[in-house]
């Protein structure tokens, strides 16, 4: 997969184009993202996605944008997986959001990526205050010579499946609707990085993982698998527990941060990339008087969550 950031290419093949933020990655993007791969192919085109950092709501109404569901690392290796040949990640400021409509379709799709086949949702906007749309989209494509696609909403039980939606039930600890609407865990990924070693010392030892974001979309105590580089092999799957908060009891006004609790696990892992599926919250963050009460409700949290862990196996085998 080729990745180009800020500067746009200009393109020598031919591409099939959709342009968005696909923020979470949910089956809706999935299923657009496949479709587009799988016309490019039939098309023999070059599958290309286009997005944008910062969020253009980030950098136009930052006190009003969304919190992120992932982070770009995560979003380009979803890219990779689905099997994208080209990530266009434009640099979105001021000089960018006055594009109007013609010259981002004249002089950015047709003049250097060389669009020829576009994919977009009945919601796409495009250009200076987004005044372009998909009637817009369509006109163009009769005076530039590309195919327009339209593609429709993804819909479960009469939800349409959108990032606000994961948002929505995220933000009430519903992780098992989150894997509906994702058609997989919600996971964060970073590198382990050197802690406190305040876990070890109360018995519960625990990887610190580097958070790539300022403002993670949930918090709280959670049943977690673990996965990625643990021993170098990437298949190997460990469950625990995760802390993700502000860690009240031991520090006040702290920064956000993920720990992970890994049952029965004892290698070093500092500075492995590993990724953290939350499958069940177990409770809200809590403030204790002292790391004695912290550690005892601590190992409640590891007996809980291992009883969801073997309520999950009994069911499965049902």
């Not at 791969?37 to 969020?55: G, K, N, Q, T, Y």
């Not at 250009?127 to 530039?144: C, E, I, P």
């Not at 029965?264 to 009460?293: A, Q, T």
Request: charged letters at 25%.
């Amino acid at each position: 997969m080729h990745i180009f950031r800020g500067t746009i290419p200009q393109n020598r093949n031919p591409v099939a184009l959709t342009i968005g933020n696909f923020d979470g990655m949910h089956l809706g993007h999935q299923t657009m993202l496949r479709y587009l791969r799988e016309s490019a192919d039939r098309l023999d085109l070059v599958s290309c996605v286009m997005i944008f950092e910062p969020h253009p709501r980030e950098f136009l109404s930052p006190n009003q944008a969304p919190v992120r569901l992932n982070s770009l690392r995560e979003k380009l290796e979803f890219f990779s997986e689905l099997g994208i040949n080209q990530v266009q990640i434009c640099r979105f400021n001021s000089k960018f959001a006055e594009i109007s409509p013609k010259d981002f379709m004249g002089r950015i799709l047709q003049g250097r990526l060389l669009a020829r086949w576009i994919l977009a949702g009945k919601d796409f906007r495009f250009g200076a205050n987004r005044v372009g749309d998909l009637d817009m989209l369509k006109t163009f494509s009769v005076q530039y010579g590309f195919e327009v696609h339209e593609m429709p909403s993804y819909v479960i039980n009469s939800l349409r499946v959108s990032s606000t939606a994961v948002r929505q039930a995220l933000a009430i600890g519903n992780l098992e609707f989150v894997k509906c609407l994702l058609g997989r865990p919600y996971s964060i990924s970073g590198r382990v990085i050197d802690g406190d070693k305040l876990g070890k010392k109360i018995g519960y030892a625990t990887a610190n993982i580097q958070l790539k974001r300022e403002q993670p979309p949930i918090s709280g105590i959670f049943a977690v698998e673990i996965c990625g580089a643990i021993e170098l092999s990437p298949q190997i799957v460990m469950r625990g527990v995760a802390s993700l908060g502000a860690r009240p009891t031991v520090h006040e006004n702290s920064e956000l941060v993920l720990e992970v609790h890994i049952f029965d696990f004892k290698k070093d892992i500092y500075g492995l990339h590993l990724r953290v599926n939350f499958l069940h919250k177990l409770r809200d963050e809590e403030k204790y008087p002292n790391l004695e009460m912290l550690a005892r409700q601590i190992g409640k949290d590891v007996e809980n969550a291992k009883n969801y862990f073997s309520s999950e196996a009994r069911s499965t085998e049902n």
